[in-house]
């Protein structure tokens, strides 16, 4: 079974802190995406990378920044935690050639205040 | 633990054809249910159900959702070979932190002319 995994399920910050949310899949996939949800908005992207050290922007990139440092882990870093940030943050990883098979991580619930 | 389980994994139909996919679940303070249709980079939302027994349409597709059982359905009718997808059900529920996503495993749909 793949498996994707979301360094933490719950987190509330501060306005103004940095923050990181880890997410890790275990199948080698190449691609990695970083999602969030809000009520009535549906999935929206944030970035995505289909390699190591490669990373594209998604529809929403603005006040958020990413990292792939190894295959298996992608980074979302918030610089600047704004308040419009608290959301729903949702990993997910697929094969190459494959991006619409996306297997999906617990979500991480960011609550900033 | 919440749970959210799709079926069948996947399905072959030709055009014309009417299709029925399922999806199950077992959370504590369930809040909605959503369809996302996914065939590129982000999932393309298509339904949020809230109450039990209300059909939601849209053009050849519609879903139920029953509240008791605790599963939904989505139909699609004369289905065409642009209806090839994975097609993804997730679960909204609620906790002290906010409202929590759980996706199933996904649908994988092919359509043949």
């Known amino acids: 079974d793949v498996k994707v995994t979301q360094s933490s399920r719950y987190l509330v910050k501060r306005t103004g802190e940095k923050v990181f949310l880890e997410c890790v899949q275990d199948m080698d996939h190449e691609n990695m995406f970083w999602y969030r949800q809000d009520p009535g908005l549906g999935l929206r992207l944030i970035y995505f990378?289909?390699?190591?050290?490669?990373?594209e922007k998604g529809d929403i990139p603005e006040g958020y920044s990413v990292s792939r440092e190894k295959k298996e882990r992608f980074s979302l870093i918030l610089e600047s935690a704004s308040t419009n940030q608290t959301s729903m943050y949702l990993c997910?990883?697929?094969?190459?050639?494959?991006?619409?098979?996306?297997?999906f991580g617990p979500g991480t619930r960011l609550t900033v205040t | 633990e919440d749970k959210v389980v799709q079926s069948p994994l996947s399905l072959v139909v030709h055009e014309g054809d009417t299709v029925t996919l399922n999806c199950s679940y077992e959370v504590t303070n369930f809040r909605s249910l959503l369809w996302y249709k996914q065939e590129k980079k982000a999932p393309t939302f298509l339904f949020m159900l809230?109450?039990?027994?209300i059909e939601k349409k849209s053009g050849r597709l519609s879903s139920i959702l029953d509240k008791k059982e605790l599963f939904s359905i989505l139909n699609i009718t004369a289905t065409q070979t642009g209806d090839s997808a994975i097609y993804l059900c997730a679960v909204e529920a609620v906790d002290n932190a906010g409202n929590m996503l759980t996706f199933g495993g996904g649908t994988r749909l092919m359509v043949k002319p």
């Open positions: 809230t109450s039990s027994g």
């Open positions: 990378s289909y390699d190591v050290k490669m990373k």
């Open positions: 997910a990883s697929s094969w190459a050639g494959q991006a619409y098979e996306q297997y």
